[in-house]
């Protein structure tokens, strides 16, 4: 039994490649990475690889996360600059038993080490937008900095049961030099043990990594929940309790997969776009909405919604 797994929209061409992939009997480690890479590669989502959003000095950072639910491998980059794919760094590094960890320079010097393409990955469009986001923010400082928080996170399964987690991001949109997420950690933007399952989020990462909440989600599913359940309370009693102790409670969406390929999702926010293939249903575009109960529920995404994405992603900058 295979399946995948993915936040948002633009996961879509990476999971239909990866799904090809787990029907031909692929492992789920090189499906995934396949997967991400593909998201990385394209120059029209703005918040992953090639044509991610800077930070504040205009520079692209990213963060990139991986965990093998068999071994529990874990391998992340964090704030690595002008790499192709940091996933497939964040891969590499989980074969080791020791530095599985590297931030920034050591990144750097790590996949150039390992011949990972070097790549200038802020593209004209992108340095565009950070223009003009910083005109504004320099004529009305009481707009919002920050924008943008759209992580690309997976869940893998194969048919051999092995289950894969990982992600990539350029994070938050006008970030500070150095600020990481959740994403290349370990438990919040990503997690997978292959004797239950895994999970991965996406949105604010400094309110995600409060509830380590992949990891909180994988482990409620150990217990014997539902993966629906399992994402839906993990998800409801940390906005919870981020509400009652900060008085508000950032963007959290979250995806998870079991080692049987049942999946759930659930968000805080309305309109959570996420990509799920499985044996049984090639790759669909799904919409989730949060009710007033606390549940989170999905539509498929008409013609009309993937149309418009697709002409709102590529629109020119003025
Ligand atoms: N969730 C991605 C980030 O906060 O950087």
Redesign the pocket.
Known sequence: MHGIIATWRMALEGVQKADAMLKEGNQAADAIETAIREVEDYPYYKSVGYGGLPNQDGVLQM?AGYMDGGSLSIGAVCAIEDFANPVSIARKLSNGTVNNILVAEGAAAFGKEYGFEQKKMLTDRAKRIYEKKKAELAENDQLRPYDG?D?VGMVCVDDQSHVIAATS?S??FMKRNGR????PFVGS?FYADEEIGGAT??????D?MKGCISYEIVRRMGEGMPVQQACETAVNQLDKKLKKRRGQAGDISVVAMDNKGNWGCATNIDGFSFVVATQQSAPVVWLAHRTEDGHTVFEKAGQQWLDEYMHNHSAAVE
């Open positions: 963060d928080h992580t991001t994070g938050l990481i997420g959740d994403s933007g989020a996406t949105g604010l990462g400094e995600i």
